[in-house]
């Protein structure tokens, strides 16, 4: 597969189990991400979009089509597989931060890189340069109650880039921050674009939807847009 595109899925489907049928949740649904594009997933609740993201962060597989991250087939990989690749080629970010709040900042950003054969040295410098990244090189070692929203966010951020991964996936970024915090982290995601950084964010927030590269919008899982 061509190395151009970090992301590649080809006729997509997804069914889940209801009743006695099934509920068809993505359908044919086909997109290739260039490297650093920041790309926008929009659409209502049931078009898709979530289990696209899934997928796309290897949470999930399809039942059929193809699927190619940084070139390699990973549409049915079994469980291991599919977890070692995630570790290695997708950074998440959520709306509710997910952070560790018994552990520092450094601790937290730590994490994703304890899964990976290296030095604690090693990870510590990684962390430290994630860190510094966004901007909270002073707030190593304070824990998430002791930062604000957007702080930790920008703490989740750091988690996210600290494996120097393919992707970074942010579902609802600015979810739970204020309007000039949410600014301020689209603010960085448009920076990590800039240099090159592949992100994915998924969003119901229009204005924050059209900061990106691209939009693509869904409905009653397809893709019904892309621009």
Same mark, same amino acid.
């Given at each position: 597969m061509?190395?151009?595109?970090?992301i590649?899925?080809?006729?997509i489907?997804?069914?889940?189990?209801?009743?006695?049928?099934?509920?068809?949740?993505?359908n =044919?649904?086909?997109?290739?991400?260039? @490297?650093g /594009?920041?790309?926008?997933?929009?659409?209502?609740?049931?078009? %898709?979009?979530?289990?696209?993201?899934?997928?796309?962060?290897?949470?999930?597989?399809?039942?059929? %089509? @193809?699927?190619?991250?940084?070139?390699? +087939?990973?549409?049915?990989?079994?469980?291991?597989?599919?977890s070692?690749i *995630?570790?290695?080629?997708? %950074?998440?970010?959520?709306?509710?931060?997910?952070?560790l709040?018994?552990?520092? +900042?450094l601790?937290?950003?730590?994490?994703?890189?304890?899964? *990976?054969?290296?030095?604690v040295?090693?990870?510590?410098?990684?962390? /430290?340069?994630?860190l510094?990244?966004?901007?909270? /090189?002073?707030?190593?070692?304070?824990?998430? =109650?002791?930062?604000?929203?957007?702080?930790?966010?920008?703490?989740?951020?750091a988690?996210?880039l600290?494996?120097?991964?393919?992707?970074?996936?942010?579902?609802?970024?600015?979810g739970n921050l204020?309007?000039?915090? %949410?600014?301020?982290?689209?603010?960085?995601?448009?920076?990590?674009?800039?240099?090159g950084?592949?992100?994915?964010?998924?969003?119901? =927030?229009?204005?924050?939807?059209?900061?990106?590269?691209?939009?693509?919008?869904?409905?009653?899982?397809?893709?019904v847009?892309?621009?």
């Open positions: 061509s190395s151009d595109y970090v590649d899925l080809s006729g489907h997804k069914y889940y189990p209801m009743g006695e049928g099934s509920i068809h949740a993505l =044919n649904v086909s997109l290739k991400i260039p @490297r /594009e920041f790309l926008s997933i929009m659409g209502p609740s049931g078009s %898709g979009k979530s289990t696209l993201m899934n997928i796309i962060g290897l949470l999930d597989q399809p039942d059929e %089509g @193809r699927y190619y991250i940084d070139g390699e +087939a990973v549409g049915s990989l079994d469980d291991n597989l599919r070692e *995630r570790n290695r080629t997708i %950074g998440f970010i959520f709306q509710n931060f997910n952070l709040p018994r552990i520092s +900042a601790r937290n950003v730590i994490l994703p890189l304890s899964y *990976r054969a290296m030095s040295d090693e990870r510590i410098r990684l962390a /430290e340069i994630a510094k990244k966004v901007g909270l /090189e002073d707030r190593v070692n304070h824990h998430p =109650n002791q930062l604000s929203g957007g702080e930790r966010q920008r703490v989740a951020i988690r996210a600290s494996g120097s991964p393919s992707v970074i996936l942010a579902d609802e970024p600015t204020d309007s000039k915090t %949410g600014a301020q982290i689209l603010k960085i995601l448009k920076r990590l674009s800039a240099e950084q592949t992100v994915i964010m998924v969003t119901h =927030n229009q204005e924050l939807a059209m900061a990106a590269d691209r939009i693509v919008r869904m409905k009653d899982g397809k893709i847009s892309s621009r």
